[in-house]
C-alpha cells in the first residue's frame, strides 16, 4: 500500500526520516505533475531521477535533496518495493543526509552555504589553473540537470555573463573566473566544479607541477648556457673567435 501525504503537513527531512527503514519509490509532485523520484533500499538513497534525468553525482543528490527540503506545498508518495532497479549508481547512507539536510535548514545565508560546501569539497576542486570547457557549446542540447545548472551559474554574473559564456567556449581557470569577476578564487572554483560535476564542463588542459627532477634539468640546463655563453665572450676577447 502507498504512503501519501502533503509538505504542508510532513516536511520533507520529516518524510525521509519516516521512510528510513523502508525500501521503495518516493515520488515527488509539485502543481505542475512528478518532479522527482528517489529509490531507497537498505537505509541508503540508490537512485535519484529529476524529470527525466538520472542523477549521478553525491553533490547533485545533494543540491536536489536541498531544493526540496525547502518545499512548503507540493506532494509525495512512496511505493513500496522488494528490489532495487537495475541500473544503481548511487550508496549514499540516510542518515548522514538527514544529518546534513537538518543542519542545512538552518542555514538561511547564501555565502554561509557556500563556504560550508567549500569547507566540505576543496580536497577535489581542480587546480586553479586547470582550463574547463564546456561538454557541448549548444546549451540547448544538454540534459535537464545540467541545462539548469548552467542557468543558474549564468543568473550570477550579471553584466559579464557574455564574457564568461564566450569563454566557457574556449575554456576558462577559476583563476580567469577570479579576474574577471573579482570573486575568491575558492568560490569560483567551487562554482566550476559544480558545472563539472553535471557534465556542463569536462577538462581541457590540466595544469600540473612541475616535478622536482624536472626542475633540477631546467636548472641544469640554464647552467650550462651561462657557462657557454661566459665562454663565448671570454673567447671573443681573446681574439679567438675566428
Given amino acids: 500500500m502507498a504512503i501519501f501525504g502533503d509538505f504542508s503537513d510532513l516536511p520533507f527531512l520529516e518524510v525521509m526520516r519516516v521512510l528510513r527503514e523502508r525500501q521503495g519509490r518516493l515520488v515527488v509532485y509539485s502543481e505542475t ?14 537512485d535519484l531521477w ?15 535533496l536541498q531544493q526540496l527540503n525547502c518545499l512548503n506545498e507540493g506532494s509525495f508518495e512512496f ?11 548511487l550508496d549514499i547512507p540516510l542518515e548522514g543526509l538527514e544529518v546534513w539536510l537538518a543542519a542545512d535548514s538552518k542555514v538561511e545565508n547564501p555565502q554561509e552555504r557556500d563556504a560550508q560546501e567549500i569547507q566540505r569539497l576543496q580536497d577535489a576542486f581542480p587546480h586553479p589553473e586547470t582550463r574547463l570547457i564546456l561538454t557541448n557549446p549548444i546549451s ?3 540534459s535537464q540537470v545540467s541545462y539548469e545548472a548552467l542557468e543558474v551559474f549564468y543568473q550570477k554574473l550579471g553584466s559579464e555573463k557574455n564574457q564568461v559564456g564566450q569563454a566557457l567556449k574556449r575554456g576558462i581557470s577559476a583563476e580567469m573566473l577570479a579576474q574577471w569577476l573579482e570573486w575568491p578564487i575558492k568560490r569560483c572554483q567551487l562554482e566550476l566544479y559544480r558545472l563539472q560535476e553535471v557534465a556542463v564542463l569536462e577538462t581541457l588542459r590540466v595544469f600540473s607541477q612541475p616535478t622536482a627532477q624536472s626542475q633540477i634539468q631546467t636548472k641544469t640546463a640554464e647552467r650550462s648556457q651561462r657557462k657557454t655563453g661566459l665562454l663565448a665572450r671570454l673567447l671573443g676577447v681573446l681574439g679567438f673567435n675566428g
Fill in 79 to 89: 511505493f513500496k518495493l522488494a528490489s532495487p532497479p537495475q541500473s544503481v549508481i
Fill in 33 to 46: 505533475g512528478k518532479v522527482c523520484g528517489i529509490f531507497i533500499h537498505h537505509r541508503a538513497l540508490i
Fill in 140 to 142: 540547448a542540447n544538454l
Fill in 50 to 64: 529529476f524529470g527525466e534525468t538520472q542523477v549521478q553525482s553525491k553533490i547533485e543528490v545533494q543540491r536536489f
